[in-house]
């Protein structure tokens, strides 16, 4: 007889949310990880007294407040503003593109100054964008593109703007007002002492493993429970028969310096081509460069970024939804939706770029489905 109902694959937020609801539901539930840790890539560890991002910047951000109140359970949320600053060759501008940036670039004041020269601007655009490129000088003029958006979208995806799809600016709000908040969300907020405690509350009376590898042990574990939740990469739990979908890499370099403040922003991202790092992540300001006691923390530990194609051995960070990898995801799916006792979930899973709180979402979901 098997001995659990669910075999989760991946201690992520997917996996970890959809435990969490399969515990609640009166399931019985075994959480294994291929790391030595839970969290997946929100995994946060505290080095210098400060909470390191160890997978890249995680800022929580969502507008459906169902969501909120889903996370609020787990951790105390602090009042974390994402305002990024972009360096280009020296030169400082707000984040994302706001009354700031226009000022400085341009020199504009007013609101229809500001509006008036992006129109002038975009009408190099006619007809409707068809990728990254157009799309971005259509919603905010060929200047910024070329100082903001152009080198840094071709760093974090090695791939011509042109080449990329639009939707990926299109979460970049554009604002005739003077708020240099990133995201156009309700409720925002880091985990107070860190996203790997969220989780680790969420697998709270869960049985969990770490340093198991499940595709190399696939057989065995298969056998101990009734129905699996896959959250690693589709391609290669297929051992990659249809093909190998791309995925963009991130490596960091981290530092820990001897002073109390080295850019006095979370993120600044640089956004000319030549600069070989996408950002600049100082963990402090996370937490406002306190510790959990208030006090001001003398050192302060920063994480160059850079961005690569993904190749095996990597880990994967991004899914590169454009045509062609969009294509042969449409063909994993079909052959996962032929697999039996088995349920795709979150970035890797679903082959989709996705945000803290959408993969939530979408744990609750399959969630409902499963336990209704
Ligand atoms: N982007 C940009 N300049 C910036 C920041 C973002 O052009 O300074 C564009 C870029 O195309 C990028 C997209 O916005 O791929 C999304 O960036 P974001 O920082 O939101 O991505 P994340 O890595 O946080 O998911």
Redesign the pocket.
């Known amino acids: 007889m098997d001995k659990y109902n669910y075999l989760v694959v991946g201690s992520g937020l997917y996996g970890a949310v959809f435990a969490q609801q399969a515990k609640a539901a009166g399931k019985k539930v075994l959480v294994i990880d291929k790391r030595h840790n839970i969290a997946g890539n929100v995994y946060t560890e505290k080095v210098e007294g400060i909470n390191v991002h160890k997978y890249g910047a995680h800022i929580f951000h969502t507008n459906t407040k169902e969501i909120w109140d889903y996370v609020n359970q787990y951790a105390k949320f602090n009042r974390f503003t994402n305002s990024?600053v972009?360096n280009y060759k020296g030169e400082l501008y707000s984040?994302p593109f706001n009354m700031y940036t226009f000022n400085k670039m341009w020199g504009v004041v007013t609101p229809e100054e500001a509006a008036a020269k992006i129109e002038e601007q975009r009408k190099e655009i006619i007809d409707a964008p068809q990728n990254?490129e157009e799309q971005a000088i259509s919603l905010v003029g060929r200047d910024i593109y070329e100082k903001?958006?152009k080198g840094?979208?071709e760093k974090?995806?090695g791939r011509e703007c042109c080449e990329l799809p639009a939707f990926?600016?299109k979460?970049?709000p554009v604002r005739l007002t003077f708020d240099n908040n990133y995201f156009n969300a309700l409720y925002q907020g880091i985990p107070v002492g860190g996203y790997t405690k969220m989780v680790k509350n969420m697998l709270e009376g869960i049985e969990v493993r770490t340093g198991i590898d499940y595709l190399e042990n696939k057989a065995e574990l298969d056998k101990l429970a009734e129905k699996i939740v896959y959250t690693g990469a589709i391609d290669v739990y297929f051992g990659y028969k249809l093909g190998t979908l791309e995925y963009r890499s991130v490596k960091f370099e981290n530092e820990i310096l001897d002073k109390p403040n080295f850019q006095g922003n979370a993120a600044v991202?640089y956004?000319d081509r030549e600069t070989p790092w996408t950002r600049i992540i100082e963990h402090k300001w996370f937490e406002f460069g306190k510790d959990e006691n208030g006090n001001d923390l003398p050192k302060t530990v920063i994480s160059r970024e850079y961005s690569s194609e993904w190749k095996p051995g990597d880990e994967p960070y991004y899914p590169v939804n454009d045509e062609k990898n969009s294509t042969l995801y449409a063909e994993y799916k079909k052959l996962a939706e032929s697999e039996n006792n088995i349920i795709f979930g979150g970035r890797l899973g679903e082959y989709k770029y996705y945000d803290m709180d959408a993969v939530i979402a979408s744990a609750l979901e399959m969630s409902k489905k499963e336990f209704n």
């Open positions: 990024p972009a984040l990254l903001l958006i840094y979208t974090q995806w990926i600016i979460r970049l991202n956004t």
